[in-house]
């Protein structure tokens, strides 16, 4: 390795005899009002800096050619280039650089809201959303604004990835969620106008700010000092998630007393989005306050919040979609009192706050330190019933595929009868109120109605303390060092309450499920430390744990720059241990429930390292890979952590490794990036929760382990300026994401605990869902000089592909069968969704009235109404194969996700 290292240095020094150092200085300043502008991004060839809060830059550069290209950006466009001749001198002063008051596509980049349907899978899994689109906004490399934008539509995942495998940070504090390693967007969701100061990093290259994931990372810079001087106002109309927003920021800038202040707040909200049924109402929050020490110290102290109240949408069969007349059906509202009332809302309030400290050791040397700490409450509603029939609007009994199975004629005429009543494929709140009322079953002695169903409460909420120092060092002008360390400490409180008896005056705290099994009366007991326990609102039953992480990690990153070669070396190192804290003691599992688990540690670490190759100052080689372990998160670690402390048998850490190869071109007129990438996702668990088919008091946990994951492609992405005025690009994300391996299928149920081995499941080669596999857009921007623009993009997706069920790829599953019956293939075969085409328009001017200026903006999404583009969906867990091969009829099909059809938003910004 040292020898390696030695004689990469010799030969980078070999080329540093063909060219010449140079240190470009200046001071960026608003062409408006000579006022200076932070965090303006310069960039000569592959080096950049941002501007400190006076407007001032410094840059050091390596330029293997006479002139150079000096692009000045801010918030992901580019607002001017300068080009400059290189002569014998080491030090080129720029001197005062007027750029361009905020542009009005600029402005409105960040307020285009990435169009996402989050799936009922994404709020139950920790309430988080696997698509990181809405942390990426507006970016100056077009294959990430597109991702972001113009791929949002069909939930298109930058390589496949989740969430968990791109690294969020703001102020330096690390955003992804330790139970579950995935990113709570909405905490500053409806801020726009304080977070743009962002750099998204795709890919496995050099972060001066962190290690990065496999997908990359992200970093969101909230200081009140570097933040737009600026009094705005906006409105937002949309028929999307939400109708209107109002939105409102002050800040001061740097003042001459050494004080900056950042205000913002909004307001979002809609009767009914764009699905039936979901109302919503939000709130946001947000205070930034930067206090100058002397020439070295900056603190800041960020506070923010989103309380936000919304009621979800659902999944559904086709036969649902069909019978109620739109693929927008929304099986969780039904209508009360007149009015459309959800079951499955959304009640959250995650307040945040960060204390930061930047201390510039030397002008070579900075240390950042942040300490952050977050709290609050994240709840998701849901129907619950004990001895009453499924309320459900398309439960299955209830559709005509399952009278089809006895009687066709009986099909047809409940099929007839929904058609022409589609409010009786959605909740009958008033039949749950009367059954409440009217029931004659009493719990022993106890007076009042005993609900049968009642409005419950799933809780997700957390604590979170970040403690992270970043130390960067420039050595030397070929040579830079950047070393962190980070401890983290959390604990999500995971419990069940109460929150509506829907007119009866109690329930209990007892599992109906095991009340009807062979099980010991003490098995109904949710918690043997209260048995019998009676239960009125805002009272927690069902189950109550708390997840217990802890994380110590640190990295170190050198980075080599040459005039022909860069290149850097990384090492991560972390520890990780998490126990679970039982609050009950389950009636099922009395000596494995209650109180504090055990504890288990992992120890992990991982090395990345890339080099560039610069053919000349404008186009460039580049080579990365990573390779490294990550412990297994809380969230799938445990066979059942709602019951009891049992593991995951044969829990490991997973094994990452990628590597990259790409071509980069940047010239003033013309860019374009191609992208070749391999990853391995190797040791991963799958966790299935489901009632087991043909017994319901059997509630148990489908396991696949290990589970292996293969993602290649290549990314490839174009801007060819054509006049000053008319921009031309492409983007191809042409993947392929596949599972390699050939789990074992584990059934345990909650019944016994009992682990039963279900065979090897075949699902090599499948693909991994969620995310189209490749997808396309072709933009044609026009920017005038009389301040207004436009943007058309077309885009297509294809290859999308449905979650499946494991136990329809085991041996069992297919037994008998020939492989030339279309059963077979039915059986085996992973669902794929319809290719889909989609056209997205938008626009804007800017208006100047003395010092006053007014922003216009126009977005259409899915202009041709296309209604039958398919985001995602899953085969139900049940599948009656017997009845299948009597009958044809498959009474449990695949539920399926569908995108918006045309939606819009129209939005007006004053700033002062």
């Given amino acids: 390795m040292i020898r390696a290292?030695?004689?990469?240095?010799?030969?980078?020094?070999?080329?540093?005899?063909?060219?010449?150092?140079?240190?470009?200085?200046?001071?960026?300043?608003?062409?408006?009002?000579?006022?200076?502008?932070p965090a303006v991004e310069v960039v000569v060839l592959n080096e950049r800096s941002l501007t400190l809060a006076d407007g001032s830059f410094q840059l050091e550069v390596v330029a293997p050619a006479a002139r150079v290209a000096v692009e000045f950006v801010r918030n992901g466009e580019v607002l001017k280039v300068l080009t400059l001749e290189l002569g014998q001198g080491e030090r080129v002063e720029l001197g005062e650089v007027l750029l361009p008051t905020e542009s009005v596509g600029s402005l409105s980049q960040e307020d285009r809201i990435p169009v996402i349907t989050l799936t009922d899978e994404d709020l139950e899994n920790d309430a988080a959303n696997q698509n990181i689109s809405g942390v990426l906004s507006a970016s100056r490399d077009v294959f990430v604004s597109a991702a972001a934008f113009n791929f949002s539509t069909a939930r298109f995942r930058i390589r496949g990835f989740n969430a968990e495998n791109t690294q969020v940070f703001l102020n330096g504090s690390p955003m992804n969620d330790p139970e579950s390693g995935r990113v709570f967007w909405s905490v500053w969701g409806g801020l726009n106008d304080v977070l743009r100061n962002r750099d998204s990093d795709i890919g496995l290259g050099a972060l001066d700010y962190a290690f990065g994931g496999l997908g990359g990372a992200t970093t969101i810079d909230t200081r009140a000092s570097v933040q737009r001087r600026q009094k705005r106002f906006s409105y937002y109309f949309s028929n999307r998630t939400y109708a209107h927003r109002l939105m409102g920021t002050y800040s001061t800038g740097m003042r001459p007393s050494g004080w900056a202040l950042t205000l913002s707040g909004s307001h979002r909200w809609a009767q009914e989005g764009y699905i039936p049924g979901t109302t919503y109402d939000a709130w946001s929050y947000f205070l930034s306050v930067d206090r100058k020490l002397g020439q070295k110290h900056l603190l800041n102290l960020t506070a923010l919040g989103a309380p936000v109240k919304r009621g979800r949408a659902g999944a559904s069969t086709q036969e649902a979609y069909d019978l109620a007349g739109t693929n927008y059906y929304n099986p969780y509202w039904g209508w009360q009192n007149g009015e459309k009332r959800n079951s499955r809302v959304v009640?959250?309030?995650?307040?945040?706050?960060?204390?930061?400290?930047?201390w510039n050791l030397s002008p070579d040397a900075t240390l950042t330190t942040t300490a952050s700490y977050q709290f609050g409450r994240y709840g998701s509603s849901a129907l619950d019933w004990f001895n009453a029939p499924d309320p459900r609007g398309d439960y299955y009994r209830k559709l005509p595929s399952f009278f089809a199975t006895e009687s066709p004629e009986t099909a047809e005429q409940v099929a007839q009868m929904l058609r022409q009543d589609p409010s009786l494929l959605q909740i009958d709140w008033d039949a749950l109120y009367e059954a409440n009322l009217t029931n004659e079953h009493r719990f022993g002695d106890m007076s009042g109605q005993w609900s049968q169903y009642i409005l419950e409460e799933r809780r997700y909420d957390a604590q979170r303390l970040n403690l992270h120092t970043l130390y960067q060092h420039t050595l030397s002008e070929h040579f830079s060092l950047q070393w962190a360390a980070s401890y983290q400490w959390y604990r999500g409180e995971n419990f069940r309450v109460v929150k509506d008896l829907l007119g009866g005056d109690y329930y209990v705290n007892i599992d109906k499920f095991a009340l009807n099994s062979e099980l010991p009366p003490e098995a109904a007991q949710f918690d043997l430390n209260e048995p019998n326990r009676i239960l009125h609102v805002g009272d927690d039953f069902g189950y109550n744990y708390d997840a217990d992480v802890r994380k110590l990690g640190s990295w170190i990153q050198g980075q080599f720059t040459f005039p022909r070669v860069d290149f850097f070396l990384a090492a991560d190192l972390s520890r990780t241990e998490f126990w679970r804290t039982g609050n009950y003691r389950s009636g099922r599992f009395p000596d494995n429930s209650f109180g504090k688990g055990t504890t288990h540690d992992y120890f992990n670490g991982a090395l990345k390292g890339g080099v560039t190759y610069k053919i000349n100052g404008r186009n460039y080689l580049y080579a990365n890979a990573f390779l490294g372990t990550r412990a297994p998160f809380f969230r799938?670690?445990?066979v059942s952590p709602r019951t009891r402390d049992e593991l995951v048998p044969d829990l490991r850490s997973q094994k990452l490794f990628s590597s990259e190869v790409g071509y980069l071109l940047r010239s003033p007129n013309f860019k374009a990036?191609?992208?070749a990438y391999l990853a391995q996702l190797d040791d991963q668990v799958r966790l299935l929760r489901f009632f087991?088919?043909?017994d319901v008091t059997n509630f148990g946990t489908y396991i696949l382990n290990p589970v292996d994951e293969r993602h290649l492609g290549l990314e490839l992405a174009l801007e060819a300026r054509i006049t000053s005025a008319l921009t031309l690009n492409g983007v191809a994300a042409i993947g392929q994401y596949t599972y390699t391996s050939r789990p074992q299928g584990i059934l345990v149920l909650d019944d016994d605990g009992l682990t039963r081995p279900r065979g090897t499941v075949f699902m090599k080669d499948f693909y991994v869902p969620g995310t189209p596999q490749q997808a396309f857009t072709l933009g044609v921007n026009y920017r005038s000089a009389k301040f207004w623009f436009l943007n058309l993009n077309f885009n297509y997706f294809n290859e999308l592909y449905l979650d499946f069920s494991p136990d329809r790829r085991i041996a069992d599953a297919v037994y008998g069968l020939d492989e030339s019956d279309p059963l077979f293939r039915e059986i085996i075969e992973q669902t794929k969704a319809p290719d889909a085409f989609t056209v997205d328009l938008f626009g804007g001017k800017s208006f100047k009235f003395g010092e006053t200026f007014l922003y216009l903006t126009v977005g259409v999404t899915n202009l041709l109404d296309n209604r039958n583009l398919v985001t995602g969906g899953f085969e139900q867990l049940r599948f009656d194969r017997a009845q299948v091969q009597s009958t044809g009829i498959n009474v449990f099909p695949p539920k399926?996700?569908?995108?918006?059809?045309?939606?819009?938003?129209?939005?007006?910004?004053?700033?002062?």
């Fill in 5 to 37: 290292l030695l004689l990469a240095l010799f030969l980078a020094s070999a080329f540093s005899l063909q060219s010449q150092s140079y240190t470009l200085t200046g001071r960026v300043l608003d062409e408006s009002d000579g006022t200076p502008l």
């Fill in 636 to 638: 799938n670690a445990y």
């Fill in 347 to 358: 009640d959250a309030h995650q307040p945040l706050l960060l204390l930061r400290h930047d």
């Fill in 673 to 675: 990036r191609a992208t």
């Fill in 896 to 912: 399926l996700y569908y995108a918006f059809g045309t939606n819009f938003f129209v939005m007006a910004a004053v700033r002062l």
């Fill in 692 to 694: 087991v088919p043909g």
